[in-house]
């Protein structure tokens, strides 16, 4: 195994490389409007009501419609997953870590493509696109290896007359909130993270960025990753998300996102719900604020808008 490096970033001030990106966004542009189902136990599923994801740039394109799940949807994921946490929590780590390292092969042949879905869905520009892209790869490739590492014997303080043996155990089912600025990096890192550590998860994309999540979702079926280990989810999330992080067989939150948003995650992760046996983790980056510069030469209207 090459030990680990980060991916380079393409070289947008060569116009041959601009141009193989353009050619990607116009590529995508023509795939705009298409419905994506949720992926729940490896199936496709779709609700009556729908949400859209449209452009920034232009709210009027439709970049993709989803279905809006409600509770019953998320009662549906969150069974999935702790049905495929049984035989997913003994696959062995070095496995696990495999299906990583095939999605970043993956991820790095439809790099364009990736990057102009995130150029059309939340309006980065090439370099921060191509750099999310970079991260999800760093993410799979870093934490593929790390799985390696700890799947060996670790060291632990010896004592006379005792056999101490360390093994790390899955926890179970996670609940992945993923925020909309960085859509594919991290919601990459967190479920990733999750997964090949042993754990299954319910993954509920931002709802300002659902395509990422889908494709994702995708590649991970495209490398073989067993049904219930990730479902894919949009919902609202007032309603299926609050559902999911107080469900008594959550284990684990990831979030990132708002701090009031985040504020909320803990505190209903924290109240004890019937049924309910361990206390919940949750992982939550909060607080992200960001500036917008609006040049002489834009539609101020419509950056506003």
């Known amino acids: 195994m090459k030990p680990f490096v980060n991916e380079v970033y393409l070289d947008f001030t060569k116009p041959a490389i601009a141009k193989k990106q353009r050619d990607a966004v116009d590529a995508v542009r023509k795939l705009f409007g298409k419905e994506y189902p949720n992926i ?15 452009n920034p740039a232009n709210p009027d394109e439709v970049v993709g419609i989803f279905q809006k799940s409600g509770k019953d949807d998320a009662e549906k994921a969150m069974q999935a997953a702790v049905k495929a946490f049984e035989d997913w929590k003994t696959v062995p780590m070095p496995k696990r870590a495999q299906f ?37 790869i760093d993410f799979l490739e870093f934490y593929g290896r790390e799985a390696l590492r700890y799947s060996e014997e670790q060291p632990i303080v010896p004592q006379p007359g005792e056999h101490n043996q360390l093994v790390y155990l899955p926890l179970g089912v996670g609940v992945v909130i ?5 859509p594919f990096a991290i919601l990459v890192g967190m479920t990733s993270a999750a997964i090949v550590t042993g754990n299954t998860v319910v993954v509920k994309p931002s709802s300002d960025s659902p395509m990422m999540g889908w494709l994702f979702s995708e590649i991970m079926r495209e490398v073989g990753l067993p049904a219930g280990v990730l479902n894919f989810l949009v919902a609202s999330g007032a309603e299926a998300g609050d559902y999911l992080v107080g469900h008594p067989k ?7 996102g708002s701090m009031e948003v985040g504020l909320h995650v803990n505190k209903l992760a924290a109240t004890p719900q019937p049924g309910q046996i361990w206390i919940k983790r949750v992982v939550a980056e909060m607080g992200g604020k960001d500036a917008i510069v609006v040049d002489s030469e834009a539609d101020v209207d419509a950056a506003v808008q």
Do not use: H, Q
Request: charged letters at 25%; aromatic letters at 10%; glycine letters at 4%.
């Open 250 to 256: 959550t284990r684990f939150i990831s979030f990132t």
């Open 40 to 54: 729940i136990n490896g199936k496709k599923v779709v609700t009556k009501a729908k949400t859209t994801s449209t």
């Open 100 to 136: 990583l390292f095939k999605a970043a092969n993956v991820i790095r042949k439809r790099r364009l493509e990736i990057n102009a879905w995130m150029i059309s869905e939340v309006g980065k520009n090439y370099l921060e696109a191509d750099a999310d892209t970079c991260e999800a």
């Open 178 to 182: 993923p925020p909309w600025n960085f």
